[in-house]
């Protein structure tokens, strides 16, 4: 059985930061495609960022250069370094995982940004 839960959301200040992890179990991890997703209220959910099976990264306009994602492929996890937050990134973050037709989604985690 597939599993995917994230972790790691909270509070926090404006221009603080916080690291969202996101641990998979039940699938061949190192061959999975990884992403960060999120869903403000009233709006679309939207890609924030990825990472593909051969580590490249690729990130939406509004988080370059303040987000990281990583991946440990030993610990089945996929990290989001989230830096000089602002209240536009309040939003649950989802993580997907995606390998071809097989595509998993967590239950996501709020991050709440206070101005």
């Known amino acids: 059985q597939v599993q995917v839960v994230e972790s790691g959301g909270g509070l926090v200040q404006s221009g603080g930061s916080l690291r969202l992890s996101c641990a998979a179990s039940?699938?061949?991890?190192?061959?999975?495609?990884l992403g960060w997703y999120r869903q403000a209220l009233g709006k679309q959910r939207e890609l924030v960022a990825g990472?593909?099976?051969?580590?490249?990264?690729n990130y939406a306009d509004s988080v370059n250069g303040r987000f990281t994602i990583s991946r440990d492929n030993a610990k089945n996890t996929v990290y989001l370094q989230m830096n000089s937050l602002k209240a536009d990134d309040t939003a649950v973050y989802y993580c997907?995982?995606?390998?071809?037709?097989?595509?998993?989604w967590g239950q996501g985690t709020q991050v709440t940004v206070s101005s």
């Open positions: 039940g699938i061949i991890f190192r061959v999975y495609n």
């Open positions: 990472i593909g099976v051969d580590a490249r990264t």
């Open positions: 997907n995982v995606k390998s071809g037709i097989r595509d998993y």
